[in-house]
């Protein structure tokens, strides 16, 4: 089979196009024939080198494709069946343990950037019906995030306010299920064009950070001076401010990015007197991947795919992954 693999230490200049043997699936495994995949910052912190790769790795955490075979066992797939990968394969449901958050396709293990994929029957759960592999390659990350941050841990309902930033997959999924959950949304971006795109998506308010330095004041004026239910924080430190400006008091704030930073200055008196929850997050589990798609299934969200590109050209993905001209999701077929 034809795969990519990043060699360790990684870089981008250290990806390149191998064929390797054809695994078989085991006892309680299935044979998946991968169609696409899709670039996460988790993904470019493998590739490029900030996490560190012990060994040479098949990269890519999302992917979507048909299962060929069934190992032993299975009971949950047939061949034919559309599935996607899910980011913790062995998270099932409920709160992580650290045993839930091992096993991560590309970094702790070989991931989906190959033509088949041999793994447990529960790392996968079925694609949305009607969705392309490419779309389906967009979820198990990216919007599972999105998804966890304000239908799980904010339990956004209807009327409430979100806050989203930037125009990167999981700020754009927030938007959609914030809006499917009756929400109003208030997004930032540096672009004005972006931002223009955000509002035919169904953004409510538009923020330009960059004219609006001060964008957590303005972010609570517009909720008529009561402030944001729930923030989306992709930032980190050099947004986390700002994030805390714009919330209610007894407002969520999901952290789930590290875009400005690994570290920095928390505002803790601010954070503390208006009894705000800063809730830290990574992904979710299979059930929630699964409650997800029946989301997906009712409202018609489909994912803003960017551009695709040939699984020669992974490295090419990356660079424009990191030149930060996109617009949703990058994907890669396979």
Same mark, same amino acid.
């Given at each position: 089979?034809?795969?990519?693999?990043?060699?360790?230490?990684?870089?981008?200049?250290? @990806?390149?196009?191998?064929?390797?043997?054809?695994?078989?699936?085991?006892?309680?495994?299935?044979?998946?024939?991968?169609?696409?995949?899709?670039?996460?910052?988790?993904?470019?912190?493998?590739?490029?080198?900030?996490?560190?790769?012990?060994?040479?790795?098949?990269?890519?955490?999302?992917?979507?494709?048909?299962?060929?075979?069934?190992?032993?066992?299975?009971?949950?797939?047939?061949?034919?069946?559309?599935?996607?990968?899910?980011?913790?394969?062995?998270?099932?449901?409920?709160? =992580?343990?650290?045993?839930?958050?091992?096993?991560? =396709?590309?970094?702790?293990?070989?991931?989906? !950037?190959?033509?088949?994929?041999?793994?447990?029957?529960?790392?996968?759960?079925?694609?949305?019906?009607?969705?392309?592999?490419?779309?389906?390659?967009?979820?198990?990350?990216?919007?599972?995030?999105?998804?966890?941050?304000?239908?799980?841990?904010?339990? @956004?309902?209807?009327?409430?306010?979100?806050?989203?930033?930037?125009?990167?997959?999981?700020?754009?999924?927030?938007?959609?299920?914030?809006?499917?959950?009756?929400?109003?949304?208030?997004?930032?971006?540096?672009?004005?064009?972006?931002?223009?795109?955000?509002?035919?998506?169904? !953004?409510?308010?538009?923020?330009?950070?960059?004219?609006?330095?001060?964008?957590?004041?303005?972010?609570?004026?517009?909720?008529?001076?009561?402030?944001?239910?729930?923030?989306?924080?992709?930032?980190?430190?050099?947004?986390?401010?700002?994030?805390?400006?714009?919330?209610?008091?007894?407002?969520? @704030?999901?952290?789930?990015?590290?875009?400005?930073?690994?570290?920095?200055?928390?505002?803790?008196?601010?954070?503390?007197?208006?009894?705000?929850?800063?809730?830290?997050?990574?992904?979710?589990?299979?059930?929630?991947?699964?409650?997800?798609?029946?989301?997906?299934?009712?409202?018609?969200?489909?994912?803003?795919?960017?551009?695709?590109?040939?699984?020669?050209?992974?490295?090419?993905?990356?660079?424009?992954?990191?030149?930060?001209?996109?617009?949703?999701?990058?994907?890669?077929?396979?």
């Amino acid at each position: 089979m034809k795969a990519a693999q990043v060699a360790s230490p990684a870089g981008l200049d250290k @990806i390149s196009t191998v064929t390797l043997d054809d695994p078989s699936p085991a006892a309680g495994e299935i044979l998946v024939r991968m169609r696409a995949v899709s670039l996460n910052f988790h993904d470019l912190a493998v590739v490029s080198g900030m996490i560190p790769l012990a060994e040479e790795r098949i990269p890519m955490s999302d992917g979507a494709g048909e299962v060929v075979a069934v190992g032993e066992g299975v009971t949950d797939f047939v061949v034919g069946d559309k599935v996607m990968s899910t980011f913790f394969p062995n998270w099932h449901d409920g709160y =992580p343990s650290l045993e839930a958050l091992l096993g991560v =396709p590309g970094d702790h293990v070989n991931g989906m !950037a190959a033509e088949l994929v041999a793994m447990p029957a529960s790392a996968f759960t079925a694609i949305p019906t009607g969705y392309s592999f490419e779309e389906a390659a967009c979820l198990p990350c990216a919007a599972l995030t999105a998804w966890r941050a304000v239908s799980e841990e904010a339990k @956004i309902k209807a009327g409430d306010w979100v806050l989203v930033q930037g125009t990167g997959g999981v700020s754009i999924f927030a938007l959609q299920f914030a809006k499917a959950l009756g929400a109003k949304v208030i997004a930032t971006s540096s672009s004005d064009d972006k931002l223009a795109r955000l509002k035919d998506m169904g !953004a409510d308010h538009l923020i330009n950070y960059k004219d609006t330095p001060e964008w957590g004041a303005k972010a609570r004026e517009l909720t008529g001076g009561i402030g944001v239910d729930e923030i989306v924080e992709i930032g980190g430190p050099g947004t986390l401010t700002q994030s805390i400006a714009a919330a209610r008091i007894g407002g969520h @704030i999901t952290l789930i990015g590290v875009l400005t930073g690994v570290s920095g200055e928390v505002p803790t008196a601010a954070l503390f007197s208006s009894n705000i929850t800063l809730k830290g997050v990574t992904v979710s589990s299979h059930r929630a991947q699964n409650d997800m798609v029946a989301l997906i299934e009712k409202s018609g969200i489909k994912p803003v795919i960017d551009k695709v590109f040939a699984l020669e050209e992974l490295a090419g993905a990356f660079a424009h992954q990191i030149s930060g001209a996109h617009f949703g999701k990058i994907v890669v077929t396979v």
